[in-house]
Nanobody
Framework: QVQLVESGGGLVQAGGSLRLSCAAS????????MGWYRQGSGKQRELVAA???????NYADSVKGRFTISRDSTKNTVYLQMNSLKPEDTAVYYC???????????WGQGTQVTVSS
């Protein structure tokens, strides 16, 4: 099992910045990718950004150029730096970790990000 603990959400004005953190513990050696998803009110959960253990990243088109995902392997922690935030970025943000096996798919509890106009 892998446990994920998120932090860093909150309320920010449009144009502002926030940094989310996700610390992994447990069977971290089984993880080969981590990412951030979000779910707005009445919307489906969507991928925001992901990073593999080799450092490859991918982003949703809506956040490219504004958000940056990074990781600190010594701390088993992934970060999401969010700049130039927009009201449409308002959502619950979830950390996710995936392993090689389909069963190795773990989620954090979620952290609320609210961007006011």
């Amino acid at each position: 099992q892998v446990q994920l603990v998120e932090s860093g959400g909150g309320l920010v004005q449009a144009g502002g910045s926030l940094r989310l953190s996700c610390a992994a513990s447990g069977r971290v050696f089984s993880i080969n990718a981590m990412g951030w998803y979000r779910q707005g009110s009445g919307k489906q959960r969507e991928l925001v950004a992901a990073i593999t253990t080799s450092g490859s990243t991918n982003y949703a088109d809506s956040v490219k150029g504004r958000f940056t995902i990074s990781r600190d392997s010594t701390k088993n922690t992934v970060y999401l730096q969010m700049n130039s935030l927009k009201p449409e970025d308002t959502a619950v943000y979830y950390c996710n970790a995936k392993g090689v096996l389909a069963r190795d798919d773990y989620w954090g509890q979620g952290t609320q990000v609210t961007v006011s106009s």
